[in-house]
């Protein structure tokens, strides 16, 4: 059972355009959500996170939003840029279980110039 | 400061073998853990610590290993290897303070073949 889905394998976008990746996640119980980028050959690198006593949370052109109700968040990427091309991973956690994450499939982000 | 190190980067098995992927972190965390990701499945979690001394199960604990003597340290063993376990595998490290949740740190994957 896959508690975190990615629906999306892939998204092309256009540079300079917006980027919007999706995720669902089932289990009531997660509570912090974070998105993490991955170059090929490389490890996952940490992105951006929000608490579920947020519903938005911004940094520089990476913004994320959740809507609880929904069990839904979303990654925006505003301007999109060549090097933002990557495969993006969403990832949850249980308050409980602090440290033990959740992972989406992953979806891979491909930036057209 | 390297952050998270493993080595081998690759290593080609045969069915029965047995072998150890090493982790280190430089960062004083008390938090490790294993990763594994293949296709179309994300990362899923095998095997994490808290610290020194303490391991416990996570997702997909089967057929693998692990001790934490020191805190820089957490091999991972797998016994004897199978086909199934072909993948990449990733090791994270992160602090604990409380309850307050951490973003992990992760290294650069070792990429595991069994024939």
């Known amino acids: 059972d896959q508690q975190v889905k990615q629906n999306s394998p892939s998204l092309s976008v256009q540079e300079g355009r917006i980027s919007i990746l999706n995720c669902d996640y089932t289990n009531s119980m997660f509570d912090y959500f974070l998105w993490y980028k991955k170059y090929p050959a490389e490890g996952p690198t940490f992105l951006i996170s929000i608490s579920s006593i947020k519903d938005k949370n911004e940094d520089g052109r990476f913004t994320v939003f959740l809507n609880k109700s929904a069990k839904h968040l979303s990654l925006h990427i505003v301007p999109s840029q060549p090097g933002d091309s990557a495969v993006y991973f969403c990832?949850?956690?249980?308050?409980?279980?602090?440290?033990?994450?959740?992972f989406g499939q992953g979806t891979r982000l491909t930036i057209n110039p | 400061n390297a952050g998270v190190t493993q080595t081998p980067k690759f290593q080609v098995l045969k069915t029965g073998q047995s072998m150890t992927l090493q982790c280190a972190q430089d960062?004083?965390?008390?938090?490790m853990s294993w990763y594994r990701q293949d296709p179309g499945m994300g990362l899923r979690l095998i095997h994490y610590s808290v610290g020194a001394g303490i391991t416990d199960q996570g997702e997909v604990p089967n057929g693998y290993n692990v001790s934490r003597s020191t805190t820089e340290d957490f091999p991972l063993r797998l016994l004897s290897a199978a086909p199934s376990q072909t993948s990449v595998y990733f090791c994270?490290?992160?602090?604990?303070?409380?309850?307050?949740?951490?973003?992990?740190?992760f290294g650069p994957g070792t990429r595991l073949t069994v024939t």
């Open positions: 994270a490290s992160s602090p604990v303070m409380g309850r307050k949740f951490y973003e992990q740190y």
């Open positions: 990832a949850a956690s249980e308050a409980q279980g602090a440290q033990k994450l959740v």
């Open positions: 960062m004083n965390h008390e938090y």
